[in-house]
C-alpha cells in the first residue's frame, strides 16, 4: 500500500515545493516593489513638476501675448476713434447744415430701430 501512495506523496511535495518557490517568489517582487516604490513616486513626482512647470510657462506667455494684442487693439481704436472725431469736426465745419441733417437722420433710424425692439 505504501507503494500506491508513494506517488501521490512525491507529487504533493513536488506541488508543495512549487508553492514555496512561488511564495519566495511573490516575497521578492513585494520587496523589489517597495524597494522601488518611492524612487517611482520621485520620478512620478518630478515628472509632474516638470509637466506643471511647463504649462504655467505656456500660460503665462499666451496671457502677455493676449495682453500685447488687446494693447494693440486699444491703440488702434483709439486712433481710428480720433480720426474720426477729426473728420466730424472738418466736416461739421466745412458743411453745418449737411452735418445737422446727418445727425438727425441718423438718430431718427436709431430711434426706429430701438423702438421696434420693445414691442
Same mark, same amino acid.
Given at each position: 500500500?505504501?507503494? /500506491?501512495?508513494?506517488? *501521490?506523496?512525491?507529487?504533493?511535495? #513536488? +506541488?508543495?515545493?512549487? @508553492?514555496?518557490?512561488?511564495?519566495? &517568489? /511573490?516575497? !521578492?517582487?513585494? !520587496?523589489?516593489?517597495?524597494?522601488? =516604490?518611492? $524612487?517611482? *513616486?520621485?520620478?512620478?513626482?518630478? /515628472? %509632474?513638476?516638470?509637466?506643471?512647470?511647463? *504649462?504655467? #510657462?505656456?500660460? #503665462?506667455? @499666451?496671457?502677455?501675448?493676449?495682453?500685447?494684442?488687446?494693447?494693440? =487693439?486699444? %491703440?488702434? @481704436? +483709439? $486712433?481710428? %476713434? $480720433? +480720426?474720426?472725431?477729426?473728420?466730424?469736426?472738418? #466736416?461739421?465745419?466745412?458743411?453745418?447744415?449737411?452735418?445737422?441733417? =446727418?445727425? %438727425? &437722420? /441718423? &438718430?431718427?433710424?436709431? &430711434? *426706429?430701430?430701438?423702438?421696434?425692439?420693445?414691442?
Amino acid at each position: 500500500m505504501t507503494a /500506491a501512495i508513494d506517488p *501521490v506523496i512525491s507529487d504533493a511535495k #513536488s +506541488t508543495l515545493d512549487d @508553492a514555496k518557490r512561488t511564495v519566495e &517568489g /511573490a516575497k !521578492k517582487t513585494v !520587496k523589489t516593489g517597495r524597494e522601488q =516604490a518611492p $524612487e517611482i *513616486v520621485r520620478e512620478t513626482k518630478d /515628472a %509632474l513638476n516638470s509637466r506643471a512647470d511647463q *504649462v504655467r #510657462s505656456q500660460t #503665462s506667455q @499666451a496671457a502677455d501675448y493676449a495682453a500685447e494684442q488687446l494693447e494693440q =487693439a486699444r %491703440l488702434l @481704436a +483709439t $486712433e481710428q %476713434l $480720433e +480720426t474720426a472725431r477729426a473728420y466730424l469736426a472738418e #466736416s461739421m465745419k466745412e458743411r453745418p447744415l449737411t452735418a445737422t441733417l =446727418a445727425a %438727425l &437722420g /441718423a &438718430g431718427f433710424v436709431l &430711434g *426706429v430701430l430701438l423702438s421696434g425692439r420693445r414691442r
